[in-house]
């Protein structure tokens, strides 16, 4: 109940009802004056501020500590203690992707081109003997100088982005041999002209490309993975088809807050390997390993304790789920990744 003035009028200002109490029967909206001091609104942002934390917290202690539990609760009506799956899934989920895309940065510059299986920066360090030999290999058994290796790099560099095999400067170019019979398919023709568009978006330099790509398909990960979520819980749907006591909706809510827990855990080892950067713990890596093999763990201990069966049979289930769930990802990732290119 909130502390504001009470209004004297009796009509509801949100449907205009008369108030026969403090709200409105028809619509619910208390009948409180209008006019909110300010701090009032700070009041109030901190009391809602409180109680989401209070529930936020409380909801992750039993998340983390007790798999399926929170679940099992939430769908048997104990509600009022833990935070709705679906607020959660989105609070933590807009947490971990803001902090994962701060915390990582995706550009080709962190991505070094490789010549013949050995990266520039190595290559650059070579001997004159050794390099004058791996530039053999690269250049038909005749050696290049270093200037000559380097006129090399830069015109793979700038010979621009291949997605299919054709090589066409322009898409009038394309479209003449489309008219004189070339035979492509609706893909192949897609493809072909995103190839030309990009070549002449980015003047054929190839890292900015691939730095638009890798940026485009990192930043597709949040709609991947929630598009993955009621997919994922119809696999659970199916594998659990004969239990008729629950319902899609139930394998729904389950998979919520184990993606919630993923998140929260996913975030735990963000800040791990950050501290093992900066402090050079190496003992930090067998903790991340730790965590990692209880992600596993937690998964199938969730699915033990949510729908009660035997450990055999929950054994099996849980790696048939994950084995469906690794293709069904890998698929996920191909499409995004396509329609990522489509979009550039």
Not at 62 to 72: A, C, E, H, M, S
Not at 209 to 233: C, D, E, N, R, T
Not at 262 to 277: E, H, S, T
Not at 321 to 341: D, P
Request: with cysteine; aromatic share 18%; charged share 20%.
């Amino acid at each position: 109940m909130s502390h504001y003035k009470q209004r004297k009028e009796t009509n509801c200002l949100n449907c205009n009802t008369e108030v026969l109490g403090k709200y409105c029967q028809n619509c619910g909206q208390e009948n409180i004056e209008p006019h909110e001091t300010a701090w009032h609104l700070v009041t109030h942002f901190f009391n809602d501020i409180t109680h989401f934390d209070g529930m936020f917290f409380q909801t992750v202690k039993y998340l983390i500590t007790k798999p399926g539990f929170v679940t099992k609760e939430y769908v048997l009506g104990r509600r009022a203690s833990y935070l709705n799956p679906i607020r959660m899934y989105v609070f933590t989920s807009a947490i971990f992707f803001l902090i994962f895309f701060s915390v990582n940065k995706f550009n080709i510059q962190n991505i070094e081109t490789k010549y013949n299986g050995k990266k520039l920066s190595a290559i650059n360090k070579m001997d004159s003997t050794e390099f004058a030999e791996f530039t053999k290999e690269v250049n038909d058994d005749v050696p290049m100088s270093r200037q000559q290796f380097k006129n090399y790099t830069d015109t793979v560099q700038s010979s621009g982005f291949k997605i299919t095999p054709n090589e066409y400067n322009s898409k009038a170019q394309y479209d003449s041999a489309l008219k004189a019979g070339k035979d492509h398919n609706w893909i192949e023709r897609r493809l072909t002209y995103k190839q030309i568009e990009l070549n002449e978006k980015y003047q054929h330099d190839r890292n900015k490309i691939l730095s638009g790509f890798i940026s485009s398909v990192v930043h597709s990960f949040p709609q991947m993975l929630f598009v993955s979520l009621p997919i994922f819980a119809l696999i659970l749907k199916l594998l659990y088809i004969r239990r008729k006591n629950f319902y899609y909706s139930n394998h729904v809510i389950f998979s919520t807050h184990l993606y919630v827990f993923v998140f929260i855990v996913l975030l735990l080892i963000l800040g791990l390997n950050q501290l093992k950067d900066q402090l050079h713990w190496d003992w930090l890596t067998y903790v991340l390993i730790a965590v990692y093999a209880y992600i596993f763990f937690y998964e199938y201990k969730a699915m033990r304790n949510f729908y009660c069966q035997r450990r055999g049979k929950t054994i099996m289930k849980y790696l048939l789920l994950n084995f469906i769930m690794f293709f069904i990802i890998l698929l996920l990732f191909v499409a995004f990744s396509f329609f990522s290119l489509l979009n550039m």
